[in-house]
């Protein structure tokens, strides 16, 4: 690849931002497409827990844990991005698997507490029924996604970067086995490499050139609260929902919606969150919803991420995921890195597009 590629990102959310930056303060000519306002769908959709938590082997945990370290380096390199790191406080698993949960990654380092009753009534006073037994992580935080992710697209441009709106993206151009180009609405761009960042769109897009990738959308239900009066310090995640605070005090809550999928409204679905969260929190105000929203989280078939060049493909990469919140930072670094110089993190080996992807390169 030249001394100062010209790398085409497609999809401005998280994802896309954070290879951008880095790629641009490594050195590369940048161009990011988004198909409508930057800040993408997912992104703009997601509860945005930072963590390395449960469910998951430890290679992918070790993945997430540099990543969480990653957003502490965001912090510090990137104007206007912060983090709230309150601490998460989890008891959505039955009482034998939260156990087993906490054995496994205390043994892997994580800094994971158990507690009480007692404990959690300290750690959150409002809640009105505390659980006789959760978890407790310090390390855990939250991120306004959509700030953070105009931030580092806001430094990338400052750095260079053209960031482009409001063109999606219809087709990638394959020539004798290399894309070269995209084409939009508005004409042909050319690139000496084209990284496709753009979630539940990546195996559509990509699949303009012959790769069959297996990524899916799965839906969760967010539910936005009016500002409230401060009753949470940290984040919750129970049996009903997840549940944070945002600094101006609006109460934010998510759901999985995997096996009853609302569709695209879900405001009967909305309607028993908000019900729920009243009966959690202890309030002397009312707790009036705001606005809802269901999402559609890129997923892929084996529910981990899809980072790297694509075999049989030259020019084409592929970084989608969930989660893109936790693992943005790093992603974006590893991806940089490794286009612009041709190395790969240890951290990604098991995450090659080959596993999921079959190419039959389109002529």
């Given amino acids: 690849m030249a001394v100062h590629p010209h790398v085409l990102i497609v999809g401005a959310g998280i994802i896309g931002a954070s290879i951008a930056w880095h790629l641009v303060r490594g050195g590369a000519r940048v161009t990011v497409l988004d198909a409508a306002t930057p800040g993408g769908l997912a992104t703009r959709n997601s509860w945005a827990w930072i963590n390395a938590s449960w469910g998951n082997p430890e290679p992918y945990y070790r993945l997430r844990i540099r990543a969480m370290q990653d957003w502490h380096r965001l912090e510090q390199d990137v104007p206007g991005l ?3 790191w309150a601490g998460g406080l989890l008891w959505e698993l039955p009482p034998d ?5 906490a054995v496994e990654h205390a043994a892997w380092g994580y800094g994971i507490h158990r507690v009480d009753r007692r404990g959690v009534h300290r ?4 809640l009105a029924a505390p659980p006789e037994f959760a978890v407790h992580v310090p390390a855990e935080g939250s991120v306004e996604l959509l700030e953070a992710t105009l931030a580092l697209l806001s430094a990338a441009q400052g750095l260079g970067a053209t960031v482009i709106a409001d063109t999606p993206v ?3 151009n394959l020539s004798a086995g290399r894309v070269t180009a995209v084409e939009t609405d508005a004409g042909r761009l050319a690139a000496d490499a084209v990284v496709v960042a753009c979630g539940t769109g990546t195996a559509k897009l990509v699949a303009t050139v012959g790769l069959t990738l297996a990524v899916s959308a799965s839906p969760a239900l967010l539910v936005v609260t009016q500002p409230h009066a401060r009753c949470l310090n940290g984040l919750v995640m129970s049996p009903e929902m997840q549940l944070r605070q945002t600094a101006e005090g609006r109460l934010v809550a998510a759901v999985g919606l995997a ?3 609302p569709g695209a409204d879900g405001a009967a679905e909305a309607a028993t969150l908000i019900d729920a969260m009243r009966g959690m929190i202890i309030s002397g105000a009312s707790i009036a919803p705001d606005y809802h929203v269901v999402g559609r989280r890129p997923m892929p078939q084996d529910g981990f ?3 790297g060049q694509v075999d049989g493909i030259t020019g084409l990469y592929v970084a989608v995921m969930h989660s893109g919140v936790t693992l943005a930072p790093a992603i974006g670094r590893f991806v940089a890195d ?3 110089t041709g190395q790969r993190d240890d951290l990604l080996v098991p995450y090659r597009p ?6 039959s390169p389109a002529a």
Avoid at 354 to 359: F, G, I, Q, S, W
């Fill in 82 to 84: 912060r983090v709230t």
């Fill in 97 to 101: 698997q939260l156990e087993a949960f």
């Fill in 123 to 126: 750690l959150e006073p409002h």
């Fill in 170 to 172: 219809r087709r990638l």
């Fill in 259 to 261: 096996d009853t999928d």
């Fill in 305 to 307: 991420p899809v980072v």
């Fill in 338 to 340: 490794e286009l612009l």
């Fill in 354 to 359: 080959a596993r999921l992807a079959d190419v």
